[in-house]
């Protein structure tokens, strides 16, 4: 039946109504000049390569606008052969174009995680902005450029993303700090320490890091701590940090060698396998670092007293009279010059490793005469000073080693060499040099 006149004038009001909501609706197709509304999306490959599978890569989404933005949304595609990650909040700043206007610049960084090898690409992201295009609110899709990213097939012997064991952990640098409290050298039976280990990881996130390192060795106990974890944004990249923890008891009575953990790393920059180790360390068997902390002495009768004190009396009157030599004694470097040097070793830090070892000898001249008898300690020394002042050919230091054969306690007697003479191979001058 055909419609009346008055029927078809609603309708035609009806219709216009739905249009005009529609059009309100749906994306506008603003007429915006060339370059005024720009957005891009960046990959930035570590190294300049293709990524292996599990290796982060970032993307740097930006973009830059003339027109006030009123609304703004991102629309991100699937990312279905990725696992992915925004690092942080969306930023908003001003910047100043190349032909002299401002305009506002939208920043966000997202990172994603290859599943597998394969030739992938990476759908447009779309930043939908509602602008004021003179006085007029439109809706406006922004894309970005589809970009190809492939992602490389491990071919080495060993290692790669694909083996459970050990650990894959691709990152720019890993540092590790290994602390003890007390010192697992002065604790004894029924007794306890706490270890704390921090994994540092430059350019990745942090549930990257592997799980705890299994601690176990013969004759002690261990009671692992909670693991934490946390990712640090810098304009850079990320930082992964993770922090192990175990209370340590012996026991047997016995000396317990505590063997290194290697924790092997893929250099993103590199392109190479590196390891990271979580130093050896030594359960008993060694010296307090304070005269308190030693045990004291058994108690003794007063006719014992009275005999050991004419002794000393007599001692001390021979060594008036004849000059003879002092008894022996054993030394060491304290704990925080050890500290200092474990910690300058694990980072590689050739200065302050240096400059730790210039702190050690404020101690005892008689430590540092025994350090200059020692042919490994001198070689590890003219090795550093080589490489810190240009001399060296470029060999690797081997500043754990070193470390560690200055923090062990050395027998001496107290009555050697006087003490300019003791000190003169660790600053490099003679005693020569000394009197000129």
């Known amino acids: 039946m055909p419609a009346r006149k008055g029927e078809g004038r609603t309708l035609a009001t009806v219709a216009a109504a739905l249009s005009a909501l529609f059009l309100l609706a749906a994306p506008a197709r603003a007429e915006v000049a060339p370059g005024d509304l720009t957005f ?10 293709a990524p292996f599978s599990r290796e982060m890569v970032l993307l740097r989404i930006r973009g830059v606008y003339r027109q006030p933005i009123l609304l703004e949304e991102v629309v991100q595609p ?3 052969n990725f696992s992915w990650t ?21 920043e966000r960084v997202v ?42 097939q491990w071919t080495k012997p060993t290692g790669g993303p694909d083996v459970k064991e050990p650990w894959w952990l691709p990152a720019k640098d890993v540092t590790i700090t290994d602390s003890w409290s007390p010192d697992p050298e002065t604790i004894k039976l029924g007794e306890s320490a706490r270890r704390i280990v921090t994994i540092e990881a430059q350019g990745m996130i942090a549930e990257g890091l592997p799980p705890r390192p299994v601690m176990r060795t013969r004759g002690i106990l261990t009671f692992a701590g909670p693991v934490t974890r946390e990712t640090v944004i810098t304009p850079s990249g990320p930082i992964a940090r993770a922090t192990y923890q175990w ?7 016995e000396i317990i060698p505590l063997d290194a953990i290697v924790i092997p790393w893929f250099d993103t920059v590199a392109r190479i396998m590196r390891e990271a180790e979580i130093p050896a360390r030594q359960i008993g068997g060694g010296l307090p670092d304070r005269e308190e ?18 002794l000393a ?6 060594l008036v009279g004849f000059g003879g030599r002092s008894s022996s004694r054993i030394l060491r470097l304290d704990r925080t010059a050890r500290r200092a040097l474990r910690k300058a070793a694990a980072a590689g830090d050739a200065a302050a490793f240096r400059a730790a070892i210039e702190t050690g000898r404020q101690a005892d001249p008689a430590l540092a005469q025994k350090w200059r008898a ?17 001399r060296g050919d470029g060999a690797t230091l081997d500043l754990r080693g070193l470390a560690d054969r200055l923090a062990r306690p050395v027998r001496v007697d107290a009555g050697r060499a006087p003490a300019e003479a003791r000190l003169a191979a660790l600053d490099g001058r003679s005693t020569r040099d000394r009197a000129g």
């Open 40 to 49: 891009t999306v960046t990959p930035e490959r570590n190294g300049n390569a």
């Open 78 to 80: 699937s990312l279905a």
């Open 86 to 106: 925004q690092l942080g909040r969306d930023t908003w700043t001003k910047t100043r174009l190349p032909d002299g206007p401002t305009a506002i610049a939208f």
């Open 111 to 152: 990172a994603v995680f290859p599943h597998h090898a394969g030739d992938f690409t990476i759908e447009p992201f779309i930043h939908r902005l509602t602008i004021n295009d003179e006085g007029v609110r439109k809706v406006v899709d922004v894309r970005s450029a589809p970009i190809a990213l492939p992602v490389a």
């Open 247 to 253: 209370d340590v008891r012996p026991g047997v009575p």
């Open 293 to 310: 902390d030693a045990k004291a002495a058994a108690p003794v009768s007063s006719v014992l007293i009275g005999a050991a004190g004419l």
């Open 313 to 318: 009396f007599g001692a001390g009157l021979a």
């Open 374 to 390: 020692d042919s490994a300690i001198v070689a590890g020394l003219t090795a550093l000073d080589d490489a810190l002042y240009g």
